[in-house]
């Protein structure tokens, strides 16, 4: 596709299910981020993977979130036990290549992550 | 430490009216790099324009106008005659350094709207 692709778009689960949130970034891109953005607030860094691993995972809240990028293309964003606190829209994002200037960040449209 | 600071919450105008969202920043870096981007309700954010520490030159791009000062760390956005499509919450970020790596830093966001 031509954009960040993110799914599902609304997921509903209830308090302490797993969950998993799946980002396709721009075919090529080798950069991607997971930010989260609360209601009425902005999007918050969680991790940057750069290639196959996490290159900066400090924005990540508690050890119940996890994301993985097994080939460098897809990213899972894994959370477990959820918690109400966890709702939010989940955003990805990709950038082309990592080194030289600051380069642009695309997002998706986001995952809506309710839990009841 | 980095922070984005946009004090206006909400603004509300009348259609063909100017109106400057505000934008201040910190950071210890030398060397960063500062961003707008829109998120309309749709919910996708849609960048706006990149400026980098060493250009302090104002842009203006159709009815978008931006004035970076470094001496008042502000970064603030003017839309000329404005429109209704011009509602939606306006981001202003910060990434530091000179990589892509880097992540972004978001302030709260600003709320425009537009009243035919």
């Known amino acids: 596709g031509a954009g960040v692709s993110q799914t599902p778009s609304n997921k509903v689960t209830e308090k302490g299910k797993y969950v998993e949130l799946r980002c396709d970034p721009i075919?090529?891109?080798?950069?991607l981020y997971w930010y989260r953005q609360s209601l009425g607030q902005g999007p918050e860094f969680l991790i940057y993977f750069q290639g196959t691993g996490a290159a900066d995972d400090s924005g990540l809240p508690n050890d119940r979130f996890f994301a993985v990028r097994p080939e460098g293309s897809v990213s899972t964003l894994k959370i477990q036990r959820t918690e109400r606190g966890d709702s939010a829209v989940y955003l990805c994002?990709?950038?082309?290549?990592?080194?030289?200037?600051?380069?642009?960040?695309?997002f998706g449209p986001g995952t809506r992550l309710t839990v009841l | 430490a980095q922070k984005v600071t946009q004090a206006q919450t909400e603004i509300s105008v009348v259609e063909k009216e100017d109106v400057t969202l505000d934008c201040v920043y910190e950071t210890r870096d030398t060397t960063y790099y500062l961003f707008w981007y829109k998120q309309p309700p749709s919910g996708e954010l849609v960048f706006l324009i990149r400026r980098n520490s060493f250009d302090e030159q104002n842009e203006i791009s159709g009815r978008y106008s931006w004035n970076f000062q470094k001496s008042t760390s502000s970064f603030n956005f003017t839309i000329t005659a404005s429109q209704v499509v011009d509602s939606a919450v306006y981001f202003c970020a910060l990434s530091e350094g000179y990589s892509s790596a880097s992540k972004i830093i978001f302030g709260s966001g600003t709320r425009l709207s537009i009243r035919p």
């Open positions: 994002a990709s950038s082309l290549n990592p080194t030289g200037l600051a380069g642009m960040q695309f």
């Open positions: 075919s090529g891109h080798t950069a």
